[in-house]
């Protein structure tokens, strides 16, 4: 595959894919949240796996991520995308924005986070100083603009634990700690990735203002539901154009 993406919150399936295939992955890890579609999208072939399942079934914390990135690494993806609904913490992120971020900071626990945790495994001890693919975001960046929307070039993502959503003090502390965006699905995906090789970008989408920020309103899940089928529609857009940007590996 010469990409592969990752649908989050709101993002199921894909019906863009030209002459999709499921396929159904055994990996050494268990079941992935869904099989992986693969298909054609300008003459590149794509694959999608829905995170949370394909009736969102799966809550953040119980997402079996190795199983999820080995699976589209065994298929040969080249390169992979993951798809964020997120909040916003920062001015420049507003409800509406889509961004796409360089940095995180990682607040979940209790998650499985390397490919190393079998006892005959590989103690591997990645760099991760940037935690996104600077070549991949650079075009993932300019395939937002080629189709025709705003984008914020950068950002930090906080990873929490969910499925809750945070409290206005949590907020607050993220701010400080310098955080822009939050989610509860970066982590531990992105480091997965790189323990694969396999260069990772985030295209964050965010939905609400988290929690006391933006006039300190209670979040709306009517508001924040609304602003995800938003902009969940353009997501086919900038995979066309990602698509048709991305040089040959």
Not at 208 to 228: C, D, F, H, Y
Request: proline share 8%; charged share 20%; glycine share 10%.
């Amino acid at each position: 595959m010469d990409l592969a993406l990752i649908g989050g919150t709101g993002l199921y399936d894909f019906p863009e894919l030209e002459e999709p295939e499921r396929i159904l992955v055994e990996t050494p890890y268990g079941p992935a949240s869904a099989p992986v579609v693969v298909g054609s999208i300008a003459g590149r072939r794509v694959g999608f796996l829905a995170r949370h399942g394909i009736h969102h079934q799966v809550p953040p914390h119980r997402i079996n991520y190795r199983a999820n990135l080995w699976s589209l690494h065994h298929l040969g993806a080249k390169r992979i995308v993951g798809i964020n609904a997120v909040g916003g913490i920062t001015a420049p992120y507003p409800p509406g924005t889509i961004a796409v971020p360089h940095q995180l900071i990682d607040y979940t626990w209790g998650r499985i986070s390397t490919f190393a945790d079998e006892g005959s495994a590989e103690v591997r001890h990645v760099e991760f100083s940037e935690p996104y693919d600077r070549h991949l975001r650079h075009h993932l960046v300019a395939a937002v603009r080629r189709a025709g929307l705003g984008v914020v070039d950068g950002g930090v993502y906080a990873a929490t634990q969910g499925p809750r959503l945070e409290t206005a003090a949590e907020i607050e502390r993220l701010a400080r700690d310098g955080a822009d965006v939050v989610g509860m699905t970066g982590m531990p995906e992105a480091v997965l990735a790189r323990e694969l090789a396999v260069p990772y970008a985030c295209l964050a989408l965010v939905v609400n203002w988290a929690a006391g920020r933006g006039g300190a309103e209670p979040i709306s899940m009517q508001a924040l539901k609304t602003e995800l089928a938003r902009l969940t529609a353009f997501v086919p857009r900038i995979v066309q154009a990602l698509a048709e940007l991305l040089p040959t590996p």
